[in-house]
């Protein structure tokens, strides 16, 4: 316990009106409508992440939470909206892993991830899947190899974009496996998943979270995954490290940032919000059954860290194999 000095006594009433004013934006805050920004289209696994927290977060904070689509380039068009919003509390990212890869793949970046955004926390993370067209006559990794060698090039596949982690480790497993593949990036999951599910494309690279529904209807076939082991969910479908590739390993994440700047205590009171929003069972049973995501709910210090630490990995990929973003 603490000794009263007539020191303490006399700092503590110092310091009063600062903690005072320290807590004040949290109390006056939300004053007004609360936009969460979505760097990519409507459809897609960040999207039905902001969706699935926006009626509880409107609950919660006794105001209107406006999911605002802002799709391009990668998701760097939309962060750079919200990065450059006001610090009020009334603009939040979330975000998919294209965010930390983007300053490395981006000629012009608009802005910096470190200085210009705030941590709030690391929602979930999940592998991703290979999945192809029922049409197509390739069911396994290694019946898919075989035929891109003996067509090389032939063999399309859809990404998030240019430099999304799916696209990066479709590079290694070409490399890895000597074919080549020819990559087709889209604006976000959405409408990758709608010219995967039309045939428009031979193969599809997205999260578990995004190409989950669309298995489970029997529109796509799951070929492999490429978490380090077996999603309970698709227990039949075997991880590429199985079919010896196991350096092509890649798993996703979605994350939540502000404007930098924006008040600690606002920050908190927002971050325990979304996290009460995502706790509620028929949302936890949507994010971990139907989309098989692993929930997180960090701190922002183990975001900023692993953020980095995904910067460092597949920055140097980027860099490598020379890949330009769209």
Known sequence: MTKLTRRTIVAGAVLAPFAARAQAPAQSWPSGPIRLVVPFPPGGSVDAVARLAQAGLQQRLGTNVIIDNRPGASGSTGS??????????NTWLVVFDTHAVNPTLLPNYPFDNEKDLDPVMLIATAPY????HPSRPYKTLAELIAAAKKDPGKISYAS??????GHLAMVLLGKQAGVELTHVPYRGGG???NDA???HVDLINGSAALLGPQISAGRIRPIFQMGPQRLPGLADVPTVGEGGFAGAAATTWWGLYAPAKTPRPIVDRFRAAFIESLRDERVVKQLTESQQMNLMFSTPEELRKF??????????????????GD
Request: charged share 20%.
């Open 191 to 193: 409408p990758a998943m």
């Open 80 to 89: 750079a909206q919200a990065a450059k919003s006001p610090p009020d509390g």
């Open 197 to 199: 599910v039309a045939g």
């Open 129 to 132: 899947v290979v999945a192809s």
């Open 160 to 165: 998030v974009g240019s430099g999304s982690i």
């Open 307 to 324: 953020e980095l630490e995904q910067a460092r990995i597949w920055g140097a990929v980027v860099r490598e194999n020379g890949i330009k």
